[in-house]
Structure formats: C-alpha cells, structure tokens
C-alpha cells in the first residue's frame, strides 16, 4: 500500500479531541495545529478514519507543500505534482481553496492556475486537450497561508458531521461533530443516566447513544473516495464489517426533553434513523418540570443563546432556572454549552472548568460543572475514548 501525509480537520477549539481519537484509534507521531491533526497512514487508514472519527470535519490527503510568491511558482509547483498517476483520465477535477496573509490573494485565480497546472499535468500521460470529468470526482484544495502553498484531496466528500441520520432538523441545530465531542468531553459512561434538557432534533442524545453503543459514525454512509481506485472495495466492505462487529448491547436509557413538541418528533424521527430509538427516551418537558432522584447522571446541553432563538430578558430568566433546577439534581455533572457573555452570572455559579468552542460562526464557552463520580469511576482522571 502506498503511504500518505493524513489530515483530519476539525473545527476550532477540537484538535485535541481529534488527536485523542486517533490515539485510540492506533495511530502516534500525530502533528496537531490550529484546526487540523496530521499523521501518516495507508489507504486503510484513509477508510478507517473516515468511517471512525467522531469529531473531525474531514480527512485529506497533503499532496505538497511549497513556497508561491507569484503565479507562476504556484503553477510550476502544481504541475510538479504527478496528478496524472492520482487522478484517471476521466476524474472530475474539482478546485477549491483559500488564501490567508498571502501575496496571491485572489481565491479565485489560484484556483484558475492549480486547475490549468493539474490539466497540464494530465496531458502528460493521456496525450490529450480534453477531460471528459464525468467519473470519480477529486476535490484538490489549494491553500496559501503566508505565501506557502498547500494542496490536499478531500477523501471524505460531504463533511464528517453528515452521519446520514438527520434529515430533519430544529430552528438552531448543532452538527454531530460538535454534539459528540460535547459528550465525550462530559466523561459520560453508558453506567450512569444521561440527559439533554434541551435536546431539540435530538443530536446531542442520538451522538450519545451512538457512543454508548460504539456504533461508528460514518458507518451508514458512503465517502467521495470510495470511487477511486486508489482504495479498493474490499478496504472498505473490511472495516465497515468490523465496525458493525464492535458495536456493544450496553444497556442505558438518556432523557431527551424539550417544551417544543414539534421539534420532538424530528428528534425521534432521527433516532430511528440512527438505529438508537430503543435508547432514547423522548419527552415534551419544559426545563422548569425536570427532576431525578438518580444519583450521578450527566446533563449535556445546548440551550439557547439569545443570538439565533428568542430575546436576552428571556434568555436571562431561562439560565436563572437552569441554575436553580439543576442545583436540586443530587450529585449531577452539567455541561452546557453557551454564547452568552453572561451566561455564569445568571446560572448563579462559576464553571468548576470552561472551554472555548465553536458552534458554526458563533464564539461558545463549553461550562463544565463537575459533579462527583460513581465509586468505581473515581480513579478515571482523564477523558478516554474507546474504541473496543
């Protein structure tokens, strides 16, 4: 197998997440940066994580790296690249790009220069002006940041977050990458109750019950890179049937509850979907109604910030109730993710740890409220993800 330089990208904030999954995953000397974790695998690994990871955007294949000050040396370093052994006389060339702090500024031109280069290229061996481009489809990248120049393949095609369950979704939803990276980071096992107070069209709870399950995200989709010779079906047909080999029977229940009846039915609509209906317990509850007598369960929430869904006055007083229902909750870890610049003021307390994140555009800070852990969790200091 041919080796290749790896990137799973992810959104800002989630690196390190991304790194810790691969680490679980096998994979060491793993580079990490501002939105992306690089590392070195074969066309197995290329499958694997596209099919593995819970958090990442997508995976690429670093094609070169080299210094681009002009035209000119952006399209000699292009045509450098032997596309043509990576891309079949009839594969769709698709470019897009960005440029950051770079003398070649215009996206657009450096898109028109890679695509001349890579055409160029192809000439070399098919000895022909004209592509058809109605085959398997090679998205390249071109990415300059301060006059450097990166090309990458997109392996993945429609982002990670496109697990393939939610076709439906509530008025500010959350993508599955997020959603799962919140649960991890709530340190959340199938042994304790779970729950999502504002659960909306159900992401967060269907994202932990795919992970209490060990159910592989990108197990019921397909990958742009599928179609490419490069990876053989078999790879593929390999590593989905040992993932639907790993999935456990776990036994748990997570309480997704929301006052909007009507975004509830998509939230159940996309738990059976996702195969997970049978472990989420959907319910019209406002948050002001909820209680437990359990001991130990894990709240994880997105409620709302005040930037997409209802006014600040109304925003305000949800927070105060969150603070005073949750206090009540006997020995419960919150986790509630945020936009609000005051969000700990009206919650009436201090986040024990918060961590900065992104949700789309919008700045978040991730409150963590750390309960204590059952007896035979105690020992657990650090987040873990299995993959068993």
Same mark, same amino acid.
């Given at each position: 197998?041919?080796?290749?330089?790896?990137?799973?990208?992810?959104?800002?904030?989630?690196?390190?997440?991304?790194?810790?999954?691969? !680490? &679980?995953?096998?994979?060491?000397?793993?580079? #990490?940066?501002?939105?992306?974790?690089? +590392? $070195?695998?074969?066309?197995?690994?290329?499958?694997?994580?596209?099919?593995?990871?819970?958090?990442?955007?997508?995976?690429?294949? !670093?094609?070169?790296?080299?210094?681009?000050?002009?035209?000119?040396?952006?399209?000699?370093?292009?045509?450098?690249?032997?596309?043509?052994?990576?891309?079949?006389?009839? *594969?769709?060339?698709?470019?897009?790009?960005?440029?950051?702090?770079?003398?070649?500024?215009?996206?657009?031109?450096?898109?028109?220069?890679?695509?001349?280069?890579?055409?160029? &290229?192809?000439?070399?061996?098919?000895? #022909?002006?004209? +592509? =058809?481009?109605? *085959?398997?489809?090679?998205?390249?990248?071109?990415?300059?940041?301060k006059d450097r120049a990166t090309l990458t393949i997109d392996t993945s095609g429609p982002g990670l977050h496109k697990r393939g369950y939610r076709e439906q979704t509530g008025e500010a939803p959350l993508?599955?990458?997020?959603?799962?990276?919140?649960?991890?980071?709530?340190?959340?096992?199938? =042994?304790?109750?779970?729950?999502?107070?504002?659960? @909306?069209?159900?992401?967060?709870?269907?994202?932990?019950?795919?992970?209490?399950?060990?159910?592989?995200?990108?197990?019921?989709?397909?990958?742009?890179?599928?179609?490419?010779?490069?990876?053989?079906?078999?790879?593929?047909?390999?590593?989905? @049937?040992?993932?639907?080999?790993?999935?456990?029977?776990?036994?748990?229940?997570?309480?997704?509850?929301?006052?909007?009846?009507?975004?509830? !039915?998509? $939230?159940?609509?996309? $738990?059976?979907?996702?195969?997970?209906?049978?472990?989420?317990?959907?319910? !019209?509850?406002?948050?002001?109604?909820?209680?437990?007598?359990?001991?130990?369960?894990?709240?994880?929430?997105?409620?709302?910030?005040?930037?997409?869904?209802?006014?600040?006055?109304?925003?305000?007083?949800?927070?105060?109730?969150?603070?005073?229902?949750?206090?009540?909750?006997?020995?419960?870890?919150?986790?509630?993710?945020? $936009?609000?610049?005051?969000?700990?003021?009206?919650?009436?307390?201090?986040?024990?740890?918060?961590?900065?994140?992104?949700? @789309?555009?919008?700045?978040?800070?991730?409150?963590?409220?750390?309960?204590?852990?059952?007896?035979?969790?105690?020992?657990?200091?650090?987040?873990?993800?299995?993959?068993?």
């Amino acid at each position: 197998m041919a080796q290749y330089t790896i990137i799973a990208t992810s959104t800002f904030g989630l690196e390190s997440m991304v790194a810790l999954e691969l !680490k &679980a995953l096998g994979y060491d000397n793993l580079t #990490t940066e501002n939105g992306k974790v690089t +590392f $070195a695998g074969d066309e197995r690994d290329i499958a694997q994580c596209n099919i593995w990871l819970r958090t990442a955007d997508r995976v690429l294949i !670093k094609v070169a790296e080299f210094e681009a000050t002009d035209f000119e040396e952006l399209f000699q370093g292009t045509l450098r690249i032997r596309w043509e052994d990576i891309i079949p006389q009839n *594969g769709k060339m698709h470019i897009v790009g960005k440029s950051v702090k770079s003398k070649l500024f215009s996206v657009k031109d450096c898109q028109a220069i890679v695509k001349k280069a890579v055409v160029e &290229a192809m000439k070399r061996k098919y000895r #022909t002006d004209w +592509f =058809e481009e109605n *085959g398997p489809v090679y998205k390249i990248e071109i990415a300059m940041l301060k006059d450097r120049a990166t090309l990458t393949i997109d392996t993945s095609g429609p982002g990670l977050h496109k697990r393939g369950y939610r076709e439906q979704t509530g008025e500010a939803p959350l993508r599955e990458t997020l959603a799962a990276a919140l649960v991890l980071l709530s340190r959340w096992t199938p =042994e304790r109750i779970f729950a999502d107070p504002f659960c @909306g069209s159900g992401t967060i709870p269907v994202e932990a019950a795919l992970i209490g399950r060990n159910i592989a995200p990108g197990l019921k989709r397909s990958f742009v890179s599928e179609e490419w010779a490069q990876i053989p079906k078999e790879i593929w047909s390999e590593i989905r @049937g040992d993932a639907a080999a790993r999935m456990n029977d776990a036994t748990f229940r997570i309480l997704a509850s929301d006052s909007d009846g009507e975004v509830l !039915k998509k $939230a159940r609509d996309n $738990a059976v979907r996702a195969g997970v209906d049978d472990y989420v317990a959907f319910q !019209k509850l406002s948050v002001e109604e909820f209680r437990s007598r359990k001991k130990y369960g894990c709240i994880v929430c997105n409620p709302p910030y005040g930037e997409r869904i209802g006014d600040s006055t109304e925003i305000e007083s949800l927070y105060k109730t969150m603070g005073k229902v949750f206090a009540d909750l006997d020995g419960w870890s919150c986790f509630i993710l945020s $936009a609000h610049p005051q969000f700990q003021r009206f919650y009436g307390r201090r986040a024990d740890k918060n961590r900065k994140l992104f949700n @789309g555009d919008i700045r978040c800070y991730y409150y963590q409220y750390l309960g204590p852990l059952p007896k035979r969790h105690l020992i657990e200091k650090e987040q873990s993800i299995v993959v068993s």
